[in-house]
């Protein structure tokens, strides 16, 4: 089945600063990919997504790229703000027609310090 | 949020005991799914509905099975309980088709002393 592996799992940011979190995927026939925010006892919240016949999608300071020859996507949040602070997740999940069974990054802790 | 609602959102039970947590939702999505997250898994599928009475296992089932009876309602049963079942477990639904994007309920956090 399908693996995700997410990078860091932790990362510390100064306000204002760029972050980047890092995930690969093993099942080439994956071809969306969402990115979840989660605040502290909260659920998660989809923030941005991408599909595999796109490169790059940006919605304001939050972008995705995703690179389908070496599977892999990441996560940029520019400008970092104190509310960005909270646990993301990528994750990854094969065509409609197959559930849409996302499969899960370990997650990363983002903490932006002021 | 997605018209999705769990219940209960919290609760203790003595290892043994079997449980039942109920996923509704108002959206008539056609799927439905139940996470599990624990520190340092992420979020692992329990089982999911692709329709009524049409389920099937996700990567972590062992000890649990699940129900859909009604379009809106998904159930997670816990058959006997055990330590290891002590978790925080969301509902998800998706629209099915080519609206893949994912939406997760509040969770439910078990605690199986």
């Known amino acids: 089945g399908e693996n995700v592996e997410q990078h860091p799992s932790t990362l510390s940011v100064q306000e204002g600063d760029s972050a980047v979190i890092k995930c690969t995927y093993s099942?080439?026939?994956?071809?969306?990919f969402p990115w979840y925010k989660q605040e502290l006892g909260k659920r998660p919240q989809l923030i941005i997504d991408i599909r595999s016949n796109v490169g790059e999608k940006k919605d304001q300071r939050i972008a995705v790229t995703l690179n389908k020859t070496a599977k892999h996507f990441s996560l940029h949040i520019t400008e970092t703000q104190p509310e960005d602070s909270a646990v993301y997740f990528c994750?990854?999940?094969?065509?409609?027609?197959?559930?849409?069974?996302?499969?899960f990054g370990t997650g990363t802790r983002l903490q932006v310090t002021l | 949020d997605a018209g999705i609602t769990q219940s209960p959102r919290h609760k203790v039970t003595e290892t043994g005991t079997p449980v039942t947590l109920r996923c509704h939702q108002t959206e008539n999505h056609r799927y439905m799914y139940w996470y599990r997250q624990d520190p340092g898994h992420g979020l692992r599928l329990i089982h999911y509905s692709y329709g009524v009475k049409d389920t099937d296992k996700g990567e972590v089932s062992d000890g649990y099975s699940v129900s859909r009876s009604k379009t809106e309602d998904f159930l997670l049963t816990l058959e006997s309980a055990t330590s290891s079942q002590t978790s925080v477990y969301f509902c998800?639904?998706?629209?099915?088709?080519?609206?893949?994007?994912?939406?997760f309920g509040p969770g439910t956090r078990l605690t199986v002393t």
């Open positions: 099942d080439s026939a994956s071809n969306y």
């Open positions: 994750a990854a999940s094969k065509p409609p027609g197959t559930a849409s069974k996302l499969t």
């Open positions: 998800a639904i998706n629209a099915g088709g080519p609206l893949v994007e994912q939406y």
